[in-house]
């Protein structure tokens, strides 16, 4: 079937040295040919695939810009059709004649993803594939990068098409069985199918279960910031972004709802997410995003609990409301005593004595208290002595609350301090199973809601043959499978479908 001709920008738009503008469809090398002018004075058209020519683009007489035009043959190309990639210089103006040449002498601005579309309609890839080549582009780390190009190589879509044509040969079988009915033959041996049910359901249960893996390596491991109002959450997620995302305000109850974004932690990708403060209100509003924080903490992998040091009496109260809404078998919890820096006056050099607040630290503990001041003078190097007391104090209020932290770390959100401690164990508790993963991964929603709808069709199955069930329902589950099996790559698929995976595209992909 002849389609337009399309064209886009391949390449990001914006300053830089060249930009890359694709072109795909039948027409590709005539329209293109009508525009460019190189030294050999012969036609595009007469050019051998993966073939470079130089010249220059031309509106009527005026000069547009020297070019690289490289043309690819159908069917070896990335769409399977005719194809052009014009390399000209990354200036807007040029970029926008050149585009506005091609569609004036035959072709069309492209869609969202729909050269990768061409490619799926042409058989190049299938669908799975397809969606891969999204996940690619998008990409943050090595982990992410190594999934996507795993998938995009068709190692996840060759387990689907294998477990497809066993399936299909048994239905086949079953179905002539259903043709010979009078004559009360067996042509698939129901020993051998329960065989194949149980291999096939463990490999798809195998597929299921690694979901939340790749989702991690996809999106990043989700980290919930939470606590009290006013602990600095805020600035928290400000400083591990390295940029002012969120809104940071002394007025309690100022985030309402959730923000959220990742940030790369040495290869890991970690999807840090603010929460509105916990604390109890009659405001509507700020009720909703408790709500949601609660929410957000079930879902969160990683959950950093944030206490004030200057309000040593509101740590019972997060620290036990935590503890009801974590799932300390499944979930890890982080302590961060935020504001130290506001307890401890430190000096800026030398042996000279720093101020302590009278905090959660008694008289018993330091002796010296300055009557107008109501803080106590200690040596620099006891530093890291009353921050240990901090952190005991606070463990010992977990304990009793039946929570064990993962870690308990001294931090200063507003002065950056505590940041490195913070990554580090992050990075420690959290990145083993990303890292080291090597295997087929699903990290695709729509693949794994797939994949857990021919499991349950399977299972049918399964309970059919034991209550020997009559071919005609089994075959009916079979087929049900096949076809939530088939979705995934493509081979069973709709418009509509096909609209909204190649719509989450970038242009000129």
């Known amino acids: 079937m002849e389609q337009d001709t399309i064209c886009a920008l391949a390449t990001p ?3 830089g040295a060249i930009a890359v503008i694709r072109v795909s469809g039948n027409k590709s090398l005539e329209i293109t040919d009508k525009i460019f002018k190189s030294g050999r004075n012969d036609s595009l058209k007469a050019a051998e695939g993966y073939s470079v020519r130089y010249g220059t683009i031309f509106n009527e007489e005026e000069v547009i810009d020297q ?9 070896a190309s990335y769409t399977g059709e005719d194809s052009v990639e014009i390399s000209c210089h990354c200036s807007p103006f040029i970029v926008k004649e050149i585009l506005s040449l091609l569609v004036k002498n035959g072709s069309r601005m492209a869609l969202a993803g729909e050269f990768t579309q061409r490619a799926f309609l042409n058989g190049k890839m299938d669908l799975a594939q397809a969606e891969a080549v999204a996940d690619l582009i998008a990409s ?3 982990s992410a990068h190594r999934v996507a190009l795993s998938q995009m190589r068709g190692g996840f879509s060759s387990e689907l098409s294998s477990m497809r044509a066993s399936l ?3 239905v086949a079988l079953m179905e002539l069985e259903l043709d010979f009915s009078e004559e009360e033959v067996e042509f698939a041996d129901r020993k051998h199918l329960r065989s194949l ?5 463990a490999h798809i249960g195998e597929l299921i279960s690694g979901f939340k893996l790749g989702n991690v390596i996809k999106n990043g491991i989700p980290v919930a910031i939470a606590g009290a109002t006013n602990t600095g959450k805020s600035t928290l997620l400000n400083a591990i972004l390295g940029e002012e995302r969120a809104i940071v305000s002394p007025i309690h109850g100022t985030t309402r709802d959730f923000i959220e974004d990742t940030v790369n932690i040495d290869g890991t990708l970690f999807r840090f997410i603010d929460t509105a403060g916990i604390r109890k209100t009659h405001e509507t509003l700020e009720n909703i995003g408790i709500e949601r924080t609660f929410e957000k903490i079930r879902q969160a992998t990683v959950v950093l609990l944030m206490l004030d040091a200057t309000r040593p009496d509101n740590f019972d109260d997060s620290i036990n409301t935590l503890t009801l809404k974590v799932n300390q078998s499944q979930q890890k919890v982080i302590v961060l005593i935020n504001k130290c820096d506001l307890v401890l006056d430190l000096p800026k050099s030398g042996k000279e004595t720093v101020s302590v607040k009278d905090t959660i630290l008694g008289e018993d503990e330091i002796s010296g208290r300055d ?3 109501g803080k106590y003078a200690i040596e620099v190097d006891d530093i890291d002595a009353i921050l240990g007391k901090y952190v005991e104090n606070v463990r010992e209020y977990a304990a009793s609350a039946g929570l064990s932290p993962t870690a308990i770390i001294p931090i200063s959100a507003g002065k950056r301090l505590g940041l490195d401690s913070i990554k580090k164990t992050l990075h420690s508790i959290c990145s083993i199973g990303v890292t080291n993963s090597n295997s087929v991964l699903v990290t695709n929603l729509r693949h794994f809601e797939a994949l857990k709808n021919a499991h349950s069709a399977l299972t049918r199955v399964a309970e059919g043959l034991e209550s020997t069930l009559p071919t005609d329902l089994l075959t009916q589950d079979l087929r049900e499978a096949l076809h939530h099996l088939g979705t ?8 509509e479908v096909l609209g909204e995976i190649f719509g989450r595209f970038c242009i000129g992909k």
Do not use: H, K, N
Not at 67 to 73: A, D, K
Not at 488 to 495: F, L, P, Q, R
């Open 13 to 15: 738009s914006g300053s």
């Open 67 to 75: 070019v690289l035009i490289t043309v690819f043959r159908s069917p």
């Open 140 to 142: 943050e780390t090595a």
């Open 168 to 170: 299909l040969e048994i």
């Open 197 to 201: 049910l149980d291999e096939t359901l």
């Open 371 to 373: 009557a107008m001041s």
């Open 488 to 495: 995934i790559t493509g081979a069973i698929t709709t418009d």
